[in-house]
């Protein structure tokens, strides 16, 4: 299952995230994935596992098992490299880490930047995140088109930007975002910037389709889970398949790409087991009514990056 994006360009509908799975254990995964047939996959710099990834893709394409034009690979400008000067070095840099000659997407990773330097994550002595205050996003924009023009990237997108700073984009764009990467779930929808987003013609992704399990472990939170909520348990029982399964139908099913992490090979293959059924339109009405709105927020960029609520362009209102 595949959508196009507006350039004419398509994106398989399921990606496999990478986020916060390094070393052995995304290399097992990777390789499961692709055996199972993710084609799409999404990582960052800031992940530090491109090389892992890269590893694995030259096996697979120098063995033949994988074309790269089979392949969707999708990385992000760091947010230590948020401006317009920095864009071609970090680009360079990805693509040395991935073996690749190009990539099909290239996010900026979100709206603000932390000072330039060697650092990813920049911080003074009270744990502070030292932020550049003077992100400029028509320069970086101007910046990222070059990378199209110079074939380091097919295609350009955002992440974690909200609508005014997308428009600001849009106004000044020779080539315009063709993906926005935004945390979306069946307790946070998004449905004004998605809604904004298809008249603009910007296909989205979702992350952490699925709750972000390990973050909001990490972070110490008991947020109750959707895959838990009845309402889903009681479709999932329903179409004989589990609540992951039928968290990640309602998304593609409305046009939103999915890139569900997962290192355990069951969960591999049942998150991709997604396009086999579907959901009827008064299951997707009881689903879209689980939205919480912004209450339903769970990945703080203020708990990741002490102190970025005060840049001038934090994209969200909590
Ligand atoms: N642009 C951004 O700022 C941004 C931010 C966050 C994430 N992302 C991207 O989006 C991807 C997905 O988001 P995410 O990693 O935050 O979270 P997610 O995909 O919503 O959830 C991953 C968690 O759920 C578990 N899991 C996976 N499949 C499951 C299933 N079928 N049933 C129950 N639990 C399951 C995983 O554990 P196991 O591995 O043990 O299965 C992991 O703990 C990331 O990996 C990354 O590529 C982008």
Redesign the pocket.
Known sequence: MKFKLNNGYEIPAIGY?????VDEELEKGLEKALEIGYRHI???AIYFNEHIIGKVLKNWISSGKVKREDLYIVT?LPFHAVRGSSVEKMIKKSLKNLQLDYLDMY?V??PFSFIDGDEFLPKDENGKIIMDLDTDHVTLWKAMEDQVDAGRTRSIGL??FNEKQIDKILSVARIPPANL?I?L?LYLQQKSLVNWCKSANILITS?????????MKKFGKNVSSF?ENDDIIKISEKYKK?P?QVALRFLVQNNIVV??????EN?IK??FQITDFELSDNDMKIIANLDKGEEGRL?LFEEHFPGIKNHPEYPFSV
């Open positions: 995230g990478t986020w916060q799975a999404d990582t960052a992000k996010l990773h979100g992440s974690n990467q945390e779930h992350y952490s389709s699925l709750g972000t399990a390990a973050t895959l589990t992951a890139i569900p992490k997962s290192v355990n969960r049942e998150n990945l």
